[in-house]
């Protein structure tokens, strides 16, 4: 026997034991190296195997391919013979004679041509055979080889109907291989007339018209010869898009549904050819060929979604899109609406990556094509209407969430040139009034929330949040809000248990399906538009109205110190206890942590606390403002307990004093601040030491006192609009004033320096004393001032912006896009759009007018100011920590309230010494003077006598540290001292009411502590 490589083998020899003597183990060999060279020897053996297997395979192939190749030849030789012979015959013949004769040749010629075509060898002979079918297919009866296929008793002998199909499904195949379209549709032209009769009713001429038409549909992918044809010969193109019609109708499998479902897939291979639909409508009245074709997309779209999930051209959406807007909606077909709008979604879905950049999504997405269907949908059907939402909210295959929702334009038209909010929300009212919010959201079906209710709820959430954005207060609480003011009283708190039970329930955002953030995003954001709009003017009666109890379960399981995030992230009802949809969320709560993994020893803390994170980020407004400052003051003191070396008594940022001159406040603030540029050094303590105007060091050890009365003090200088940094307001709040950067060449450098102070304060948890414009706190916090906020800086110009805009002959006022700035005494002008000074204002573009100038006013003048600010509060503590907090309590994080303080509370929280009892005369009197003769300007010098800060704790006096006390001091002569870093009054036994208040009021105004000892 030869082997591979042509050497002779021979089966290997054994002795009665079954050992081969040739690989019997040798004297000197170990066990180990017979052991290794036995299967090294199997494998050799292995490896020969496979290599002989594959010679026999490669020589089967060869063989097979050169007996292909020579039979191919001679067959090719026969072809050529007798095609001559016909050529020569039929040349002679007479035309009846000739088209028997051919007839009879044809069939054995297909058989031929079958057996040995190649599309790089047999070109000529694919157009030999193809002009002999053609000369068949339009003679008479019993000449014809189409007739074949309706009346097989004309065909010859030993020929069938099925036999002839197949011979011309394969040539129908190669010439679509060889892209003779052209010869393709002049074979398909001469069956269609065979098969049909001419005219508008289009009849089958047989049975089996239409099955010969969708078989050939199905094998040989004929749609091919369709795009030449639209571009070139659009009336051809009716006739064969006719032709492809009647053979989809004809598609009959085993079912009902099997047959809809066959039809639909050839649908989708004729509505792939570019142009199709536009060149159909190229003629006045709409051919039978596009009804046809509409028809058969309204009978098929009720399988659409199925199984199938392989992805679809671009040219479909584009031709189904074309079907509505030209022919459809052109001739009020409106009952073919939602099954054109169904496969327009269908096809949406399953272009998936490609929808991002599709000339055809393009289409959709156009202002008139919007208008035109939403125009049409004005008096359609609920089922409709969702239809159209689910066309432009329903996200793709393999879409990211970037892309789930339609671009600003249709946005904006769905918002504004139709009434869908007031559509949409009687769609989802029942829910609001009759189920439980878990009911709701299990309504919208999670993890994917792509169901009915969701889209509509999606759609209804984008629209309105758009339609808001531009609407004025007044407007809201009037008649151009699409909703009436009750019916959004009781959506608020609908949407505000929705949004909360959704976020605590899938708080990982980064995990959730395309169409469920899409949701998410919808939902709180709306629902954050109308809180912020709530605070500015009251919508529910408190505010109150929007916290959620329950929410507060989260923090008791939470850990006490959370990670808010770091400076690197980027900016941007009482019901019955058994109705309470919250109590519901708490058990399925508990239910989520009973079972999380076992031997996860924080799993509980972990999803509490990844469910506070999320409300925290996205709806912070359901937890009480106070327990959100417990959260951040929380984080501040994990934070602050991390730099305890460095922060304690012998650390040595307490070790190192920073002298600071009274009469020079600023400019040491400045210097002490220039060096602690990152957050260690601005984190850690500082500690002060003041200089008297003589040059003398103040008596005092800073405990943290002098540190706070240093930063109240360089906060009233230079937070002072004499100063020249900031301006204020008619109700006195601070916003950057406008000339600074002409006043101050360095104002840069001090705007940072203030925002290294309010940063400071708040990560030393104490209170300043200036108040912020809300305009200035939204731009702190990331946020857009919307066109009412110009009213927190100028009232005045709010009120004629409003005057303006209920002008009718707005021209005649002779307003332009510009605007009018003071820059180092030199007044200019700015524009608000390109060449904005010789645009007029009118009615009809007053609108834009108003809502740039008021982003101009509000956002844009104010830019560099408040990013230096940013940029020196950042590096203290992170925005990110503060975005839990609207502008109104971020104000009352850095300044507290104006009220004065409660006197009940800090008699409650004082520490009695030296002898104080609760009955001491002098203390009754204090607590009479604070409670009923001091002025509130007067409780605050007081409380910065004794503290150093003149506005009360957040949380109340309860968290002061150390406690306030009142120590007796024996002499009645002297003033009243404090220790403001031990929060000491050491205040002496008085012997009279009116001694006590006297000396009191000396001490507060006098503005010192120690230097009064």
């Not at 009469?663 to 003041?690: C, K, M, P, W, Y």
């Not at 004393?769 to 066109?787: A, H, K, M, T, Y």
Request: hydrophobic share 40%.
């Amino acid at each position: 026997m030869f082997d591979f490589n042509g050497k002779v083998s021979s089966s290997g020899r054994v002795d009665l034991s079954g050992r081969g003597r040739k690989g019997a183990r040798t004297a000197e060999e170990s066990r180990s190296d017979f052991v290794k060279r036995q299967h090294q020897e199997r494998e050799a053996r292995e490896r020969k195997r496979i290599r002989e297997a594959a010679a026999k395979k490669i020589q089967a192939v060869y063989r097979g391919h050169r007996c292909r190749r020579l039979q191919g030849a001679e067959k090719r030789q026969v072809f050529d013979k007798r095609y001559a012979d016909i050529s020569k015959v039929s040349g002679v013949l007479p035309p009846p004679q000739k088209a028997k004769f051919v007839f009879h040749a044809l069939v054995p010629m297909l058989r031929l041509f079958a057996l040995f075509f190649r599309r790089d060898q047999d070109a000529d002979r694919l157009s030999a055979i193809a002009e002999l079918v053609r000369f068949s297919g339009v003679q008479a009866d019993g000449c014809n080889i189409f007739r074949i296929l309706l009346v097989e008793d004309e065909a010859p002998k030993d020929v069938t109907q099925k036999g002839v199909l197949a011979l011309l499904e394969k040539l129908f195949a190669a010439l679509l291989l060889c892209k003779r379209h052209a010869e393709a549709t002049k074979l398909l032209q001469a069956l269609q007339q065979v098969l049909f009769s001419p005219g508008p009713e289009y009849k089958p001429l047989g049975a089996k018209s239409g099955l010969v038409v969708a078989q050939l549909l199905r094998r040989t992918g004929i749609v091919q010869v369709l795009p030449p044809l639209c571009e070139k010969e659009p009336l051809q193109a009716v006739d064969i898009v006719q032709l492809l019609c009647c053979g989809i109708e004809s598609v009959s499998l085993g079912t009902v549904e099997a047959s809809l479902r066959g039809r639909q897939e050839l649908l989708v291979q004729l509505l792939s050819t570019p142009g199709l639909v536009d060149s159909l409508c190229q003629e006045a009245a709409p051919s039978t060929a596009l009804r046809r074709l509409c028809t058969l997309l309204v009978h098929t779209a009720g399988v659409l979604g199925g199984p199938h999930t392989e992805r679809c051209q671009a040219e479909v959406l584009d031709n189904v899109a074309a079907m509505l807007e030209r022919f459809a909606l052109q001739h009020d077909d409106s009952g073919n609406l939602l099954s054109l709008l169904t496969w327009l979604s269908w096809a949406k879905e399953r272009m998936g990556d490609d929808a991002k950049s599709s000339a055809a999504v393009s289409r959709l997405h156009r202002g008139g094509f919007v208008r035109m269907l939403l125009a049409a949908i004005g008096r359609a059907r609920d089922d409709v209407l969702l239809a159209v939402c689910r066309l432009y909210f329903a996200p793709s295959s393999g879409m990211a969430e970037a892309e789930v929702d339609p671009p600003l334009e249709v946005l904006q038209t769905l918002a504004f040139a139709t009434p869908l909010a007031e559509r949409l929300f009687p769609t989802f009212q029942n829910l609001m009034r009759n189920c439980s919010v878990e009911a709701v959201f299990d309504a919208l079906q999670p993890p994917a929330l792509a169901s009915s209710t969701a889209i509509r709820l999606r759609v209804f959430c984008s629209v309105y949040a758009v339609q808001l954005q531009p609407m004025y207060d007044y407007e809201f609480f009037g008649d151009a809000n699409p909703l009436r003011l009750e019916e959004v009283r009781e959506l608020l708190p609908f949407l505000n248990r929705l949004a909360y039970h959704f976020v605590t329930w899938m708080p990982d955002q980064a995990s959730l399906l395309p169409a469920a953030k899409a949701l998410r995003t919808s939902l709180t954001a709306l629902l954050n538009l109308l809180y912020h709009r709530h605070r500015r003017k009251p919508i529910l009666e408190s505010d109150s109205a929007w916290i959620i109890p329950e929410s507060r379960t989260l923090l008791r399981r939470a850990p006490n110190s959370m990670n808010l995030g770091s400076a690197a992230q980027p900016e941007e009802e009482d019901e019955e206890e058994e109705d309470d949809p919250m109590e519901v969320d708490e058990g399925r709560q508990e239910a989520r942590e009973r079972s999380a993994p076992a031997g996860s020893a924080t799993s509980s803390q972990s999803l509490a606390e990844k469910a506070l994170q999320a409300v925290l980020a996205e709806m912070p407004h359901v937890l009480p403002f106070e327990d959100r400052v417990s959260i951040l003051h929380n984080a501040i003191l994990a934070d602050q307990e991390e730099r305890r070396a460095f922060r304690g008594p012998w650390g040595p940022s307490a070790m190192e004093k920073h002298q600071i001159r009274r009469n020079f406040l600023v400019e040491d603030g400045i210097a002490s601040f220039e060096g602690l540029e990152d957050e260690h050094g601005l984190r850690d303590t500082f500690r002060v030491e003041f200089i008297a105007p003589d040059g003398t060091p103040e008596s005092g050890v800073d405990g943290g006192g002098l540190f706070k009365e240093f930063m109240v003090h360089i906060c009233r200088e230079m937070f002072d609009p004499e100063f020249g940094l900031f301006s204020a307001t008619s109700d006195h709040a601070l916003y950057p004033s406008t000339s600074a950067f002409a006043k101050f060449p360095q104002a840069a450098d001090l705007y940072t320096f203030l925002g290294k102070v309010v940063g400071k304060a708040i990560y030393e948890m104490f209170l300043l004393e200036p108040q912020f414009s809300r305009v200035f706190l939204n731009r702190l916090l990331g946020r857009i001032n919307e066109v009412d906020d110009i009213a927190a800086l100028d009232r005045e110009l709010h009120r004629n912006m409003l005057q303006i805009k209920e002008c009718e002959d707005v021209a005649a006022l002779g307003i332009t896009f510009s605007i009018s700035v003071t820059e180092k005494g030199v007044h200019k002008d700015i524009d608000l759009i390109p060449n904005g000074s010789n645009t007029i204002v009118t009615r009809e573009n007053l609108t834009r007018y108003l809502h740039l100038m008021a982003n101009y006013r509000t956002n844009v003048q104010f830019q560099r100011h408040t990013l230096a600010f940013l940029n020196g509060m950042q590096k203290v503590i992170p925005v990110t920590w503060l975005k839990m907090f609207d502008p109104y309590e971020l104000n009352t994080l850095i300044s507290g309230s104006t009220t004065g303080f409660d006197v009940k509370d800090l008699r409650a929280n004082t520490v009695l010494s030296g002898g104080y009892q609760d009955d001491s005369p002098c203390v009754r009197w204090l607590w009479r003077l604070l409670q009923e003769d001091l002025e509130p300007e007067d409780m605050g010098r007081f409380l910065m006598f004794t503290t150093s800060c003149s506005r009360a704790p957040l949380l109340g006096f309860q968290n002061l540290n150390p406690k306030f006390c009142v120590h007796r001091v024996p002499d009645s002569e002297r003033l009243p001292t404090s220790a403001t870093c031990a929060n000491l009054l050491k205040l002496p036994d008085y012997v009279s009411y009116e001694s006590l208040k006297t000396k009191v009021l000396q001490a507060i105004r006098a503005e010192a502590g120690f230097d009064l000892s």
